[in-house]
């Protein structure tokens, strides 16, 4: 449940053509209106920290508004969970010139976000409040809100357009299936497979152990898996944003949701499945 850049760049690519197809023609926004602000006081540069209720209390989680367009408003979920919005940093080469408004977001756990140290937080559904309650602090609504998410963000995508589909205008899922247990099933029948044997054989035993912060064990991913299905480029010509992003991914809720392995889902999200549109 990492992060494919390259299909997500290609994504933001037909998501541009999507989005001014559904203009209906209408002049895009103009450089001075694309850019212009509604900030008062201490500029900010479109950052707003927005403070969301959970059932322990009161966090703020960070976002960044990037362009200005009242009809088109991309909300970004990134994945993980855990992860962070910087691998988004790719959509400023493709949306800006397309007049498409878009909007970074750290979930709550997420780098530049609150992280509170509570196992109990870190559920779909609490998520999915989060996400409506992030909607109404940005003003987006049924006639602009646009909900982009990736990977697990993709999950937390569709439960939240499941619960609150009169909120959207549309919908984008990125890399994402809408079932786990199915893709537990492509990982162990595909994915795996894509390995030479002897290197799975090495993966497996680690995994045996639960010996995951093994240099050795990483070194094996990022050869052998990472940079076919994550980047499919070299580790060592990997972009600045995606480095960040890895670097900065709170590792405790990713394994308490996704699982420790990347090949499969052992955490919460295990039996998380909306293939026939219900649990």
Known sequence: ??????????????????????????K?????EYFKSDETGIKTGGVKLIP???PKGTFKVWTKRFGNNPRI???????GPGSTHEYWECAESFLPQEGIEFIYYDQLGSWYSDQPDDSSLWVTERFVEEVEQVRKALGLNKDNFYLLGHSWGGILAMEYALKYQDNLKALIISNMMSSCPEYDRYADEVLSKDIPPDVLKQIREFEAKGDYKNPKYM???????YVKHILR????????PVVRAFNHTNEKIYVLMQGPSEFGISGRLEKWDRSKGTK
């Open 233 to 240: 480029t070299p580790v060592e010509e990997w972009p600045d």
């Open 28 to 32: 895009l926004p103009s450089l001075k």
């Open 52 to 54: 969301v209720q959970t």
């Open 73 to 79: 408003k991309v909300l970004l979920l990134h994945g």
């Open 1 to 26: 449940m990492r992060f494919d850049m390259v299909k997500a760049v290609a994504l933001l690519i037909g998501l541009s053509i999507f989005l001014f197809a559904c203009t209906g023609g209408e």
């Open 219 to 225: 070194e094996l991913l990022l050869k052998h898996y």
